[in-house]
Structures are given as C-alpha cells and as structure tokens.
C-alpha cells in the first residue's frame, strides 16, 4: 500500500468504544489478532502522521512500523481515559521524532510524487510547486511547532486532544499553533514574492 496513494484516505470510519475497548484488552492479555485489528484501523493515520513531520513517504512506512512495535510492546501500559487513538498517534510523533534525528537529513521533496488532479500540465505544474512550497515549509518549522501543526490541520485532533497527546498545556498547543500557521504564512509569502 501507497502512502502517496492513501495520503488523503485515512481510515475515518468509527468503531464502537466497547469494540474498541474490547481489542484493546484482549490485545492487552497477548492476542496479536486484536491488536492487528487495531492496527489495521490506526495504520493510514500513523503513516501519514510521520510523513506530513518527515516527508519521506518510505521512511514513513518504516517508521510506522517501528511505532506499531513500540505499541504492542508498551500496550499493557496502556490505560484507556485517553483515546486509543491519541496514544498510537503520540508514539508515532515520538517515532518520527527519533528518525528524523538519526537521520539527521530531510528528504528531497522535489523526488517525491505529489497527485494532481487537474488535467492540464500547466495547472499540474503549478500545483505540484504549491504542494513542494508548503512541505518544504512545514518541514523547516521547528519540531515542536511541526507536530502540533501536523495534528491539527492534517489530523483534526481537537486543541485538548493535542494536549493530551503531547503532553503540554492547552495554552502551548495555542502558542505552537499560532507561531506554526504564522512562521508558515511568512515562509510561503516569501518564496511566492520570491518566483
């Protein structure tokens, strides 16, 4: 599976709590059968957390594997007053965190397939360097500001589900947000006033 082919078609469909809660204890007491149901359901949103912070659509799927272990290792851990959701989306931002530091170089985002939808090669062309101008700046925010912009504008977690996934007051997410929206307007206004 694609991460280019599914970056916009997340898994959004809505599990019962009670299934939900239901895997996650089963998958608590080792069965690996409802943990990959939980997996499969959470897959598409994790790679594409860690792709939109490192904008490499193959380390991504790297990535989201390595987050799955980490889950599966830290599920007894797992306590269900938070979303499930949150919990695997907070280790997939650590995850990505963690690569993103071993590897210490980005991706070149002009290598990476961006979809058109339009038909014209102009009006691709055009979209294609919009697409690149916006990764390019998302990926220069700082780490702390990438994360929270990613989950909130990619993702739609709510500004408490943020908080609570990263762990930070309510108040920070806001400052982060509005610094990452603002950093990011201001790149973009520069590098169309420059072309």
Same mark, same amino acid.
């Given at each position: 599976?694609?991460?280019?082919?599914?970056?916009?078609?997340?898994?959004?469909?809505?599990?019962?709590?009670?299934?939900?809660?239901?895997?996650?204890?089963?998958?608590?007491?080792?069965?690996?059968?409802?943990?990959?149901?939980?997996?499969?359901?959470?897959?598409?949103?994790?790679?594409?957390?860690?792709?939109?912070?490192?904008?490499?659509?193959?380390?991504?799927?790297?990535?989201?594997?390595?987050?799955?272990?980490?889950?599966?290792?830290?599920?007894?851990?797992?306590?269900?007053?938070?979303?499930?959701?949150?919990?695997?989306?907070?280790?997939?931002?650590? *995850? /990505?965190?963690?690569?993103? +530091?071993?590897?210490?170089?980005?991706?070149? @985002?002009?290598? &990476? %397939?961006? $979809?058109? =939808?339009?038909?014209?090669?102009?009006? *691709? /062309?055009?979209?294609?360097? +919009?697409?690149?101008?916006?990764?390019?700046? @998302?990926?220069? &925010? %700082?780490? $702390?500001? =990438?994360?929270?912009?990613?989950?909130?504008?990619?993702?739609?977690?709510?500004?408490?589900?943020?908080?609570?996934?990263?762990?930070?007051?309510?108040?920070?997410?806001?400052?982060?947000?509005?610094?990452?929206?603002?950093?990011?307007?201001?790149?973009?206004?520069?590098?169309?006033?420059?072309?």
């Amino acid at each position: 599976m694609s991460i280019e082919r599914n970056l916009y078609s997340v898994n959004t469909g809505s599990m019962p709590a009670e299934d939900e809660l239901g895997l996650i204890h089963s998958a608590q007491r080792g069965d690996r059968q409802a943990f990959g149901e939980l997996v499969a359901r959470y897959r598409d949103g994790v790679v594409n957390v860690i792709y939109r912070m490192c904008g490499d659509a193959e380390l991504a799927e790297d990535a989201a594997q390595e987050a799955f272990i980490r889950a599966w290792q830290h599920l007894p851990k797992y306590r269900p007053e938070a979303p499930f959701r949150n919990w695997v989306y907070r280790i997939a931002s650590n *995850v /990505a965190l963690d690569t993103l +530091r071993r590897e210490r170089e980005m991706a070149d @985002v002009d290598e &990476l %397939p961006i $979809a058109a =939808r339009t038909p014209g090669p102009e009006a *691709v /062309a055009e979209q294609n360097e +919009r697409a690149t101008m916006v990764q390019r700046a @998302v990926l220069a &925010l %700082p780490e $702390a500001s =990438r994360v929270v912009l990613i989950l909130r504008e990619y993702e739609g977690l709510s500004y408490q589900e943020i908080a609570d996934m990263v762990q930070i007051p309510i108040g920070t997410v806001m400052s982060r947000l509005n610094y990452a929206r603002t950093r990011l307007r201001d790149m973009l206004k520069e590098c169309l006033e420059a072309s």
